[in-house]
């Protein structure tokens, strides 16, 4: 159910990413205001002034709309963390020191494109090790199904609190010999969606990084605009590098995750369909700034989660070799036997 849970978060991401959230755009006759050029929805709440003389113009159109003081507002080459008032501890903490990072990486190597992956990667650098152990305890979690669900039949018709108290600490038995916490593997989601929804909110609220361009496409266009109306063929691998590395990690992350419950096994695969599906859909309307960051990071989480499942694969055929078999017991305890004789 866990992992339900935090896939139904997943799905609600890729619906601000879609523009089913307006709350914070710009709006004109109830619609909101999209970048022509580009297909990128202009956001209420940028950080720094647009460089691109159609964009400012744009941007000075709806200014009585902006959360801040237009006129105010420094140019993106000049932002600072502390260039405008924080409107809170969200913006303050994560958002505006992330932007501050991409735009000063992105000038200093003269491309946004590759700030915005390196950037991603380098938070993913940080998560590691807690991906490690989310990984450790995903596979104790496998180990242990058989004992949690002989606890689970043991108990299934009994729902007095005697039984309730006993199944519990069965359970925590259990838990507390395959070394599993029960909060460990929900950590990393814990900590990643935040870092996720701060990443793109930097993205989407820093003009410059649409301005730029990566391999000739625009950071700000969408796939959509690219491919039909622009006629930008490349669009194309954008797209099913989205997919396709989503496909992957979703697809890993169902089979490091077994659950033992038929029932819920079946939930998540839906799920995981649903979500491969959806990002195909989705994967039409994402900037190409965001795409960027999700096919980088996803990639990077396919490559770790195969270089962990190798290091454990490794780790278990040491421990089968150290740990003797119940034979070499027997044959031990024979010979101790006959030499006590």
């Known amino acids: 159910m866990k992992k339900f849970k935090i896939s139904i978060l997943v799905v609600l991401i890729m619906f601000m990413l879609t523009g089913c959230g307006?709350?914070?755009?710009?709006?004109?006759?109830?619609?909101?205001?999209?970048?022509?050029?580009?297909?990128?929805?202009?956001?209420?709440?940028?950080?720094?002034?647009?460089?691109?003389?159609?964009?400012?113009?744009?941007?000075?159109?709806?200014?009585?709309?902006?959360?801040n003081n237009y006129d105010k507002l420094p140019k993106c080459v000049d932002f600072k963390v502390n260039s405008t008032k924080?409107?809170?501890?969200?913006?303050?903490?994560?958002?505006?020191?992330?932007?501050?990072?991409?735009?000063?990486?992105?000038?200093?190597?003269?491309?946004?494109?590759?700030?915005?992956?390196?950037?991603g990667l380098a938070i993913r650098l940080i998560l590691m090790p807690i991906s490690r152990k989310t990984m450790k305890q995903s596979n104790n979690m496998k180990k242990a199904?058989?004992?949690?669900?002989?606890?689970?039949?043991?108990?299934?018709?009994?729902?007095?609190n005697e039984a309730m108290m006993a199944k519990s600490q069965e359970m925590m038995m259990v838990y507390k010999k395959y070394n599993i916490s029960p909060f460990g593997s929900c950590l990393l989601a814990f900590i990643q969606l935040?870092?996720?929804?701060?990443?793109?909110?930097?993205?989407?609220?820093?003009?410059?990084?649409?301005?730029?361009?990566?391999?000739?496409?625009?950071?700000?266009?969408?796939?959509?605009?690219?491919?039909?109306?622009?006629?930008?063929?490349l669009?194309?691998?954008?797209?099913?590098?989205?997919?396709?590395?989503?496909?992957?990690?979703?697809?890993?992350?169902?089979?490091?995750?077994?659950?033992?419950?038929?029932?819920?096994?079946r939930q998540m695969q839906f799920m995981f369909k649903f979500m491969v599906v959806m990002i195909s859909v989705a994967s039409l309307y994402l900037s190409t700034a965001i795409a960027l960051y999700w096919i980088a990071t996803n990639a990077f989480v396919v490559i770790q989660n195969y270089v962990f499942k190798k290091l454990d694969e490794k780790d278990e055929k040491k421990d089968m070799i150290i740990k003797p078999s119940k034979y070499d017991k027997k044959k031990d305890k024979k010979g101790q036997k006959k030499r006590g004789k």
């Open 235 to 265: 669009y194309i691998v954008i797209i099913l590098l989205t997919i396709l590395t989503t496909y992957l990690t979703f697809r890993n992350s169902m089979g490091s995750s077994s659950t033992g419950n038929e029932e819920m096994e």
């Open 194 to 233: 935040p870092l996720f929804f701060a990443f793109l909110q930097a993205i989407n609220r820093t003009p410059a990084i649409f301005e730029d361009k990566f391999l000739g496409l625009t950071l700000g266009k969408t796939p959509i605009v690219g491919l039909f109306e622009y006629h930008e063929w």
């Open 22 to 67: 307006n709350s914070n755009y710009i709006m004109d006759n109830k619609k909101p205001v999209e970048n022509e050029a580009t297909g990128q929805i202009l956001q209420k709440d940028i950080l720094c002034k647009p460089e691109d003389k159609e964009l400012d113009e744009l941007y000075t159109k709806y200014k009585k709309q902006l959360k």
């Open 145 to 160: 199904q058989p004992e949690l669900a002989r606890i689970e039949k043991k108990y299934a018709n009994r729902t007095d």
């Open 86 to 119: 924080s409107s809170g501890l969200w913006e303050g903490v994560f958002v505006k020191p992330l932007a501050f990072i991409i735009l000063k990486l992105g000038y200093l190597i003269n491309n946004f494109g590759l700030a915005v992956i390196l950037v």
